[in-house]
């Protein structure tokens, strides 16, 4: 499971990459984020760095005051899970993450990301682009669309969609264009015909949003191919691809990971349409709250004036807490320890789909999941259901949950709320035995709904 491309599937370039100059963002950028002003305290922040001023400028209460003196954890190590170290937060770290910092994150953390998105997607620092902490990709992911999306404003998302963004596209009476996917990820097919059959006239999308690895729902992964065409069809219409990457590190698939939209758009004639966003939930911690965006500086600067204005910045302790933890780790500590929690969720994604077979064959249809931690699969409520027949949705909600199951139906994933037979099941938390009995359950849920049509039959 471990990238062993170069240094993630992408050739490296001698020359200097190309990208879109500051300029052509001003026509993606939304009025909101256009009129937008920098933090008049917080932009000056960077210079009470320079040595020999002495700066009345911000309002940081005396670190003197604070009762913290130290902090200590625990964590367990990647080569030797059964070895736990001692972490300690102190001294000058401390005093960083008590107090207020740069809103785009403490430096020491976003140096070590920049060098793990090197590592990873083969990005240099040269090349037009620089990283934002955020307090988990959720938030960085509403800023942005807050960044680039106007009231009334057409958006691409890919259909089923994380159940997350619908609301945010919702609220700006955004006309959600549903971009068909399969197991192969998004139907570049689709987009295509939705793009050169656009109304003339009528202003194009700016944005596609899609999650390309173990997708939330359907828990489908991208192929290279269809990866390279959207950033083709990406360059034809002018538009940017909000890359939400949470499952990256939970990719278990048999072949080696596919490079990300953030890596491919080396091989572009220009780099600068991919705002990519990463998150340590599933890997660190849900609850610690850190992910973080990586894209051209132009919007980034814009996500960052939102933040300055909103919660000035993401927790400065957590991010001193993560630091401590991956700068003891290593980046080598790091893959080893993504590697096996990418192990850990390939065992539980087994475990269910063997009940699966046991219990719904005949029942469910569905793909196997190479990255994340969601089975996404079609009822067979009757004989004749195709692909657009049937409803989950009463069967979930009321069949499945009486018999004590509960699951998500696949309507909530669907920016019009269309019926669909679909149902999303996660396996992250359940043990084997609990798997067993929910799949069991649910068979029984759905042999109960067939039973009317089999009767008028």
Not at 53 to 62: C, E, M, R, T, Y
Not at 75 to 98: F, I, N, Y
Not at 203 to 229: D, F, H, I, Q, W
Request: aromatic share 10%.
């Amino acid at each position: 499971m471990s990238n062993n491309l170069e240094p993630n599937g992408t050739s490296s370039k001698a020359a200097a990459v190309e990208r879109l100059p500051n300029e052509c963002y001003t026509d993606f950028l939304s009025d909101v984020a256009k009129e937008r002003k920098p933090s008049a305290i917080r932009s000056l922040f960077p210079l009470e760095k320079t040595p020999g001023v002495i700066s009345l400028l911000a309002g940081k209460p005396n670190a003197s005051t604070f009762p913290f003196t130290s902090l200590s954890f625990k964590a367990r190590s990647p080569g030797k899970p059964d070895e736990e170290t001692t972490l300690m937060v102190d001294g000058a770290d401390l005093a960083q993450g008590l107090q207020y910092g740069d809103t785009a994150g403490l430096k020491q953390l976003l140096d070590w990301i920049f060098r793990l998105q090197e590592l990873n997607h083969g990005r240099k620092k040269d090349e037009g682009w620089r990283i934002s902490i955020g307090s988990g990709s959720q938030d960085l992911i509403f800023k942005a669309v807050a960044c680039l999306v106007n009231p009334g404003d057409s958006v691409l998302v890919e259909s089923p969609v994380y159940a997350g963004v619908i609301p945010m596209f919702h609220s700006l009476h955004c006309n959600q264009i549903e971009v068909e996917t399969d197991s192969r990820g998004i139907r570049s097919s689709s987009l295509r015909t939705i793009l050169e059959q656009w109304p003339a006239g009528k202003p194009k999308p700016k944005v596609l949003y899609t999650v390309p690895y173990g997708c939330n729902p359907t828990g489908m992964t991208a192929t290279l191919e269809r990866r390279k065409e959207v950033l083709q069809l990406a360059r034809e219409h002018n538009f940017l691809i909000l890359e939400d990457d949470p499952y990256f590190y939970l990719y278990y698939g048999k072949a080696p990971r596919y490079p990300s939209y953030f890596a491919l758009e080396l091989e572009e004639p220009e780099v600068g349409r991919v705002l990519r966003f990463d998150s340590l939930s599933k890997i660190l911690s849900a609850g610690i709250r850190i992910g973080f965006a990586s894209g051209p500086e132009t919007l980034l600067n814009a996500i960052d004036q939102h933040t300055a204005t909103s919660n000035l910045q993401t927790s400065s302790l957590t991010q001193a807490i993560v630091y401590k933890l991956l700068d003891s780790w290593g980046h080598e500590g790091f893959r080893i320890h993504t590697e096996n929690v990418a192990s850990f969720y390939a065992a539980k994604r087994d475990i269910f789909e063997s009940a699966m077979k046991k219990y719904l064959t005949g029942l469910a249809e569905w793909d196997t999941p190479e990255a994340g931690m969601f089975f996404w699969f079609k009822l067979l409520i009757d004989d004749t259901s195709d692909a657009s027949g049937g409803d989950s949705k009463a069967v979930i909600e009321t069949k499945a949950f009486d018999k004590g199951v509960l699951a998500l139906p696949g309507t909530v994933f669907l920016p019009n709320g269309r019926r669909t037979p679909y149902v999303r099941a996660s396996f992250s938390q359940t043990g084997e035995e609990e798997v067993e009995k929910a799949i069991k359950r649910l068979r029984d849920a759905i042999l109960e709904a067939r039973a009317p049509a089999a009767a008028s039959t």
